[in-house]
């Protein structure tokens, strides 16, 4: 006689101790990741950017140049190219 799928699984509790030594968050093979900001956490789907949530974007860009020409442009664009933007302007 058959089994259905649902006489096939483990009871909730058997699931939960053999997940008592899992390999959460340990490396980026981990079979579990947790949500957070550690490195091999996983970030949540309501993450900002903003620094407290998940690392803040543009940590490490810093803007250069005159505000009074196109040097400080020139900054922003390079910043916005090394964050995978495609520069199609022109001088």
Known sequence: MATSN????PAP???ADFHTN????QDKESQHHTI????FQAAAGSHTHNGSDSFQL???EEVTGSRGG????ASVIAILVRMGAKDSSTA
């Open 6 to 9: 649902e006489e096939q699984r």
């Open 13 to 15: 509790q058997i699931v």
């Open 22 to 25: 899992s390999d959460m968050d």
């Open 36 to 39: 957070g900001t550690g490195e």
């Open 58 to 60: 543009l940590t490490n």
């Open 70 to 73: 196109n040097t400080a442009l």
